[in-house]
Antibody
Framework: EVQLVESGGGLVQPGGSLRLSCAAS????????MNWVRQAPGKGLEWVSY????????YYADSVKGRFTISRDNAKNSLYLQMNSLRAEDTAVYYC???????????????WGQGTLVTVSS | DIQMTQSPSSLSASVGDRVTITCRAS??????LNWYQQKPGKAPKLLIY???SLQSGVPSRFSGSGSGTDFTLTISSLQPEDFATYYC??????????FGQGTKLEIK
């Protein structure tokens, strides 16, 4: 059974840093591209970042570019999100999501973790 | 960036109703459109991928259609467990897997 378990969320002051982790199990982690998606309280879903299976290709949403860094450790079956210079608007539940492909540019988020809450407040 | 616009933003319907939710892309995304269902306090769940392919285990009352810029999610006969928020998402541009703003489906 595919499992994704996020951790590392919590309360942080504006300008602070936090590192989220996503522990994967039940599949060959090194074969799959991964993403972070967030959801502010009462709001919709926002894609945050993508990393290829090897870690060689990375993309970010404009809203986090230059502040967040996605990475992975395939030996530890883990995905990370280093968040720096945090702002109040970064307050959200952060989900890791495993991508699946159906050819060409066809991809979708087949499996999701339960999410971890990040609150940025003084 | 590709923008995704869903309509309506909210919808009231009754058990047994047929419901349609629309998603429009700001540019052509071929058939690279997915639909997710989210219930309060839970992670999103994949329903439809590639515009019209039903994810394994999803009831057949859910269906998707469209290509280019205009897409629809249809629930043929609403069940009590279908009341949730629905999101579309494009996978055409890997620079940003944009989601729509969501459609909240409520009980009338």
């Amino acid at each position: 059974e595919v499992q994704l378990v996020e951790s590392g969320g919590g309360l942080v002051q504006p300008g602070g840093s936090l590192r989220l982790s996503c522990a994967a199990s039940g599949f060959t982690f090194s074969s799959y591209e991964m993403n972070w998606v967030r959801q502010a309280p009462g709001k919709g879903l926002e894609w945050v970042s993508y990393i290829s299976s090897s870690g060689s290709t990375i993309y970010y949403a404009d809203s986090v570019k230059g502040r967040f860094t996605i990475s992975r450790d395939n030996a530890k079956n883990s995905l990370y999100l280093q968040m720096n210079s945090l702002r109040a608007e970064d307050t959200a539940v952060y989900y890791c999501a495993r991508a699946a492909y159906c050819g060409g540019d066809c991809s979708f988020f087949q499996h999701w973790g339960q999410g971890t809450l990040v609150t940025v407040s003084s | 960036d590709i923008q995704m616009t869903q309509s309506p933003s909210s919808l009231s319907a009754s058990v047994g109703d047929r419901v349609t939710i629309t998603c429009r892309a700001s540019q052509s995304i071929s058939s690279y459109l997915n639909w997710y269902q989210q219930k309060p306090g839970k992670a999103p769940k994949l329903l439809i991928y590639a515009a019209s392919s039903l994810q394994s285990g999803v009831p057949s009352r859910f269906s998707g259609s469209g290509s280019g810029t205009d897409f629809t999610l249809t629930i043929s006969s609403l069940q009590p467990e279908d009341f949730a928020t629905y999101y579309c998402q494009q996978s055409y541009s890997t620079l940003g897997y944009t989601f729509g703003q969501g459609t909240k489906l409520e009980i009338k």
